[in-house]
């Protein structure tokens, strides 16, 4: 069993389960699925054709086609064996860190402006800068590969509508945070309306318009002026407080969803013009960054921090602190290998330690939005735990997706990787990263070894508010951006994620392991992060290809699992690393 049991006094942090039935169960039919493997194996070698027999080569071919299955079947159920499910106590984990909690540092990587859409990144932005956990200790970080000034303006109108929105989510409690997932999940306004109050209003107010606003594809939207007479006019119309609040609330959710969709209308706007307008130009000095020859494969580096969480002037509609917000775009000249995410991921790493530098990171990709506000809240009861927590380096939570037709005809759903294959790792020492909605310790993610003396807490945090400028940090962070930065470093190499394979994540999560960490996989029922999956079976292949060429390409180098994790990581682990190392070789025997 977990922890907190065992300790006296303090409630729990979180708690581990076997499921002892399931496993009983799962068990016995791996048993007797290893059973039917050997009678296989069993009938082919005693029934093999005698020399000069006609079909011996096929057949041969058979016994090591099976041969090989059998022992990917045995690698696969061993890794297995230990399926393990953890559930977290939030509610102690406020209870007994309140402000002690640490600063958590959130990057979000986007690399395209056409392929990944600036609506759909800054969706994802908004999704996690409302995540219920203090502002003033979290701080989003959007990495732009593309180095799109249309992405830097889509943020800057999000770091505008955040103001309202923030408020907005904490007060109605709001799930999931991304706005586009929200209103398109929750009816059209005005239309069919829920509440009787709301209808008598329609009548007795100002009429089928209730205020001063705007048409909009068929209805009719408050504005500001208008919004607020409605809500005085509740006062007259509807005595009893309860129905009162029923239609402030209606009339609110209303006026976010327009406020919404006018941001949404002007940023796809700009983005068909393909260019920044004179008149949006003004409106930030971080527009100038971007020269006339700058492109997304040669330009300078860029860092703007759009919001400032230390500054106590600059506040969200009801006057509560922000989360800091930064936009950075890493140096890119052609000469100089830019390593993909990896490369971008290490250039956030640098410039969030000038900014925030908060103790914990979390790493999404800009198609994943966050769908439960309190993700952070359940990834520190893991790290915050006193018994155990200084031994864990990453949780990571399962990559799901809203995007698959009913047969998930791609399999893009990754199921028997989520629901089985990573709960048996998570027994045997934890499972992979595997990228997007990962937690990380930021010590470990930055090569430092575990020590089992070793117990820091994980405290840290922005400077104060009087030692730097954010002028001053902007200038600091470009030169951490900057691609000559690495030369002669360890970067990529012995600190923050590997360069030179495809699947960056899981070599690095291997050498993490390898140091002596451990990770967690929790897969809550209620899905923390959801995705766009590859639609088009071209995408599809793509994306397999990658993944089993880079995961091949571990089991080649001095990271082989066996090797380089001989000694350092159970046998259990190895050997569930090797099932992803053996998807490509495997397609040998099944082309047989
Ligand atoms: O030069 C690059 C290339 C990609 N990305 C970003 O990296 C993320 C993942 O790239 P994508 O092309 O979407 O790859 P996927 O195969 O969909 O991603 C999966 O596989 C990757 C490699 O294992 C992991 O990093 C991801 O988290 C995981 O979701 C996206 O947000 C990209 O914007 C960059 O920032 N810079
Ligand atoms: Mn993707």
New binding site residues.
């Given amino acids: 069993m977990g922890l907190g049991e065992e300790r006296s006094g303090d409630a729990p942090l979180f708690q581990t389960t076997t499921k002892k039935w399931c496993r009983l169960w799962y068990r016995l039919y791996a048993c007797c699925g290893f059973v039917g493997v050997v009678l296989v194996w069993c009938y082919r070698a005693t029934h093999f054709p005698a020399a000069g027999g006609k079909g011996r080569w096929a057949w041969a071919g058979m016994l090591g086609a099976e041969l090989w299955f059998g022992l990917y079947w045995l690698l696969t159920h061993s890794a297995r064996w230990n399926q393990t499910y953890r559930s977290t106590f939030k509610e102690s984990l406020l209870q007994r860190f309140g402000d002690r909690l640490p600063g958590v540092d959130i990057f979000v990587?986007?690399?395209?402006p056409i392929i990944?859409p600036p609506t759909m990144v800054i969706n994802t932005v908004l999704s996690v800068l409302a995540y219920d956990y203090p502002p003033e200790k979290l701080s989003v970080y959007l990495?732009d590969?593309g180095g799109s000034n249309l992405t830097f303006y889509a943020l800057l109108e999000a770091s505008r509508f955040a103001r309202s929105w923030i408020p907005f989510c904490k007060k109605y409690k709001v799930e999931p945070r991304s706005p586009h997932a929200y209103f398109s999940q929750s009816s059209e306004p005005m239309e069919g309306t829920t509440t009787v109050e709301w209808m008598k209003i329609k009548e007795k107010g100002t009429g089928r318009r209730l205020g001063t606003g705007t048409w909009h594809k068929g209805l009719w939207y408050l504005d500001r002026t208008g919004l607020d007479k409605a809500l005085a006019s509740l006062v007259v119309d509807t005595p009893p407080e309860d129905s009162r609040r029923s239609v402030e609330d209606e009339l609110l959710l209303h006026h976010q969803r327009k406020l919404y969709k006018e941001m949404e209308e002007r940023i796809n706007h700009t983005v068909d013009i393909g260019e920044i307008s004179e008149e949006i130009h003004k409106t930030h000095k971080g527009f100038s960054q971007w020269t006339s020859e700058a492109n997304s494969r040669n330009h300078q580096a860029i860092v703007q921090i759009l919001v400032d969480g230390r500054d106590e002037s600059d506040v969200d509609s009801e006057g509560c602190p922000l989360p800091t917000l930064v936009y950075m775009a890493r140096e890119k000249r052609p000469q100089h290998p830019?390593n993909?995410?990896a490369g971008?991921m290490n250039a956030l790493l640098r410039v969030s330690l000038e900014i925030s530098n908060g103790p914990v990171i979390l790493n999404v990709?800009?198609?994943?939005y966050s769908n439960n506000s309190k993700s952070v809240q359940d990834a520190l009861c893991f790290f915050m735990d006193e018994d155990k927590g200084h031994e864990f380096a990453y949780v990571q939570f399962p990559?799901n997706f809203n995007n698959l037709t009913k047969n998930d005809l791609y399999a893009g759903s990754l199921r028997t990787i989520n629901e089985v294959d990573f709960h048996g790792l998570d027994g045997n020492g934890g499972p992979l990263y595997?990228?997007?909605g990962c937690f990380h310790r930021r010590e470990s993610l930055c090569g430092k070894k575990f020590s089992p003396t070793y117990k820091a807490e994980l405290i840290g945090g922005k400077p104060q508010i009087t030692e730097v400028s954010a002028y001053i940090l902007e200038e600091r962070s470009r030169g951490l951006a900057a691609c000559t930065y690495e030369e002669n470093s360890q970067w990529g190499k012995e600190v923050g994620l590997k360069y030179g394979c495809?699947?960056?994540?899981?070599i690095t999560g291997l050498s993490i392991q390898c140091r002596g960490w451990k990770s967690i996989y929790y897969n809550p029922h209620w899905k923390a992060f959801l995705?766009l999956a590859p639609m088009t079976l071209s995408q599809a292949l793509l994306?397999h290809k990658?993944?089993s060429e880079?995961d091949f390409q571990i089991l080649l180098s001095k990271y082989c699992p066996f090797i380089c994790g001989h000694g350092r990581i159970g046998l259990g682990l190895q050997m569930g690393y090797s099932i992803y190392c053996l998807w490509a070789p495997s397609s040998l025997p099944t082309l047989y």
């Fill in positions: 990587c986007t690399a395209d990944e990495s590969d830019h993909f995410k971008a990709d800009c198609d994943m990559q595997v990228g997007s495809p699947v960056e994540d899981v995705g994306q990658r993944w880079g």
